[in-house]
């Protein structure tokens, strides 16, 4: 008995000191994801222009991609309370549970203030129906050089921003939202 007891003494004092796994170990990262959901933000103004958005249904995650005509230096993309609409100030209602607010340095008109990027709709401009991240982008607008893109998101979850560059001079942000934690 008094081994019985000397062990679980000492299997007790190495789980306290985190010497030991416990049974239920913690499961791995969703497809071995280890982003967060904290803002990503480039410095930096561009003479780039918004040519398009378009997304991708991915196994783990959805993809956002941001098409520029040029190089792209500067972006912010961020969880926030609402979107608003550059300019105006207007709240962009959109679907889902959290708002994603991307904010690219590049217009979406040219210098002579004709439209590069003009959906159809600017509150769904781009079909996001069956994605299991996304529920709704948005182009909430293009303002004084910078065009502000809403993403309704089923949920806050993890995020990633990264640049491509080309083909030729142009580049892409690309933003992945993953399906879960």
Same mark, same amino acid.
């Given at each position: ?22 049974? !239920? *170990? +913690? ?6 994801? !280890?982003?967060?959901?904290?803002? *990503? ?5 561009? #003479? *780039? ?21 040029? $190089? ?17 100030? #207007? ?5 889902? $549970? !959290?708002?994603? +607010? ?11 203030? %004709? ?16 994605? %299991?991240?996304? +529920?709704? /982008? ?5 303002? +004084? ?8 998101? =089923?949920? =806050? ?5 990264f640049v491509l560059d080309g ?6 942000? /690309? /933003? ?5 934690w």
């Amino acid at each position: 008995m008094k081994r019985v007891l000397s062990v679980l003494a000492s299997l007790v004092l190495f789980v306290g000191l985190g010497l030991t796994t416990p049974l !239920a *170990a +913690e499961a791995a990262p969703y497809c071995g994801i !280890a982003w967060g959901s904290l803002p *990503a933000s480039r410095a930096g103004t561009s #003479s *780039a222009h918004l040519d398009d958005l378009r997304t991708g249904r991915h196994d783990c995650y959805d993809r956002l991609v941001i098409d520029l005509d040029h $190089s792209v230096t500067g972006y912010s993309v961020a969880y926030v309370n609402a979107v608003h609409r550059p300019g105006s100030g #207007s709240t962009v209602h959109l679907a889902g $549970s !959290a708002d994603l +607010e991307i904010v690219v340095n590049a217009p979406a008109y040219d210098n002579s203030g %004709r439209p590069t990027y003009d959906p159809a709709s600017a509150n769904t401009a781009v079909d996001v129906d069956g994605y %299991r991240t996304f +529920e709704q /982008v948005a182009l909430a607008g293009s303002f +004084e050089g910078s065009t502000t893109i809403g993403m309704g998101v =089923r949920a =806050r979850l993890p995020m990633r921003t990264f640049v491509l560059d080309g083909p030729g001079n142009h580049s892409r942000i /690309v /933003v992945d939202v993953a399906h879960r934690w």
